[in-house]
């Protein structure tokens, strides 16, 4: 329960969780690594991030989580060079630089298309089983639920209506979590 916390450990406890975002939010005009040194900013003094003075080890903390998403090569770039899935794997490596024991991540490849999107879930499942990060991710198609989520919960109006394992997810119940009407969509 995390509803008492206020100030500091507040702060502390937000610096736990990393977060990635449909839309990205990164600095279109900055380079990729100017981005992805921006997640350090609970861990640098204010003055060092606004003169862009980050330590050499930082600068190497940055360079290693590029390289985890694959895009070590395009550190000097700048992100309005990049494509959409790139976008979202620099987004990935900033929240890495958090060192987060969480990860959220909401709606993450919503404005991908199927092939950049299985990518860009195949990074955060890597994080889940190579580095034991435990990401919570917010989807919407189940072919990808089914094909990445190790368990799944649904809500419905903020109701709990499903928790268990994606491949307990049968038709049936994929009417009772999003209304009768609705038409499963796969993405492959």
Not at 3 to 25: D, P, Y
Not at 30 to 56: D, H, I, K, T, Y
Not at 163 to 186: N, Q
Request: charged letters at 25%; hydrophobic letters at 45%; a neutral charge.
């Amino acid at each position: 329960d995390v509803t008492h916390l206020r100030g500091e450990a507040l702060r502390r406890h937000r610096q736990r969780i990393g977060m990635v975002f449909q839309q990205f939010n990164l600095i279109e005009r900055r380079s990729v690594l100017e981005n992805v040194l921006v997640g350090a900013l609970g861990r640098v003094p204010v003055w060092r991030s606004l003169l862009g003075n980050f330590s050499a080890e930082l600068v190497q903390e940055a360079l290693h989580n590029l390289e985890i998403v694959g895009l070590a090569e395009k550190a000097a770039e700048p992100v309005r060079a990049l494509s959409g899935g790139q976008k979202q794997r620099v987004a990935i490596a900033r929240a890495l630089m958090q060192r987060p024991q969480v990860l959220l991540a909401d709606e993450p490849v919503a404005s991908l298309d199927p092939a950049t999107a299985h990518s860009v879930l195949r990074y955060l499942e890597q994080l889940n089983r190579e580095h034991g990060l435990t990401i919570v991710c917010s989807l919407h198609f189940l072919s990808l639920v089914r094909r990445y989520a190790s368990r799944v919960v649904a809500l419905r109006t903020g109701e709990l209506v499903f928790e268990g394992a994606a491949e307990e997810i049968t038709p049936e119940r994929f009417r009772h979590i999003y209304g009768e009407e609705a038409e499963e969509v796969e993405l492959r």
